[in-house]
């Protein structure tokens, strides 16, 4: 049976909202496994499916210098020095690993372009991994949060059809 691991950066507890209902709704389909990026294993041996995601800081990924920012704007999760795009780097070069990307982003720029969910997913492409699903995002109103209304519900749907998009040959 297929394996799944979902990896998140969060700093504020959104994107860890988002990922923890991720999570459970791969959970439906195929066992997983939830890590915060400062524990994520990069040895992936056993694992199908890899699930990625954090926030949106200045329309990619996050740096340190924007986790820095964050950390001064109050946040009081996550790591300034390790993120999403350092784990990612640090990871082998795949081949038939399926993956998906997710990102948290304020409502208020829900139109502009980049996101950390497609900066993610151009990573992940060029390690080797197959995209399972476009990459998604997920709504915060303001950058300290909360999550929109029915976002929690909207990830556990799209983790259950991600999980859903992996062949069962795997």
Same mark, same amino acid.
């Given at each position: ?49 890899? *699930?990625?995601?954090? &926030?949106?800081? %200045? ?5 340190? +210098?924007? $986790? #820095?920012?964050?950390?001064? @704007? ?34 208020? *720029?829900?139109?502009? &372009?980049?996101? %950390? ?5 151009? +990573?992940? $492409? #060029?390690?080797?991994?197959? @995209? ?39």
């Amino acid at each position: 049976m297929a394996r799944a691991l979902v990896v998140y950066e969060s700093m504020f507890g959104n994107s860890g909202a988002v990922a923890r209902a991720v999570a459970d709704g791969v959970g439906e389909v195929m066992p997983v496994t939830l890590a915060e990026v400062t524990s994520a294993p990069t040895d992936l041996e056993g694992i199908d499916l890899v *699930v990625a995601g954090g &926030p949106t800081h %200045a329309f990619s990924m996050s740096r340190e +210098a924007t $986790r #820095r920012d964050a950390r001064g @704007q109050g946040a009081p999760d996550g790591s300034v020095q390790t993120g999403l795009r350092e784990w990612l780097a640090s990871l082998p070069d795949e081949h038939g690993r399926w993956f998906a990307t997710f990102d948290t982003r304020v409502t208020k *720029v829900r139109r502009f &372009p980049g996101s %950390a969910a497609h900066s993610a997913a151009r +990573a992940g $492409r #060029r390690h080797g991994f197959t @995209q399972a699903i476009a990459p998604q995002s997920f709504y915060v109103l303001d950058v300290e949060g909360p999550l929109a209304d029915g976002e929690v519900e909207r990830a556990h749907a799209w983790g259950a059809e991600v999980a859903a998009s992996v062949p069962a040959t795997v």
